[in-house]
């Protein structure tokens, strides 16, 4: 069960992208990298925490399959 509080231990990075793609729905990884200006490693690591908390959905490009698509599935706030 997912806790407010676990939401409120993320990173301020996480946060950042949790609230794009509560705005956007779905974006690429590159496609966070460049709205954020945030590190390659640093939106690596805040998708995997919002991943961890079963936040986001991670999918194939539908036409790049290299690329992943990170999509909202459950908003906490």
Do not use: C
Not at 47 to 52: D, G, K, Q
Request: proline share 6%; charged share 30%; glycine share 2%.
């Amino acid at each position: 069960m997912f806790a407010k509080r676990s939401f409120l231990a993320l990173p301020p990075s996480a946060k950042f992208l949790y609230v794009l793609l509560k705005e956007r729905r779905r974006m690429t990884r590159q496609d966070l990298i460049n709205k954020t200006f945030l590190p390659p490693r640093t939106v690596n690591y805040g998708l995997s925490r919002l991943r961890e908390l079963g936040l986001i959905r991670e999918e194939e490009h539908h036409n790049d399959k290299r690329e992943r698509v990170y999509e909202l599935v459950w908003t906490p706030m």
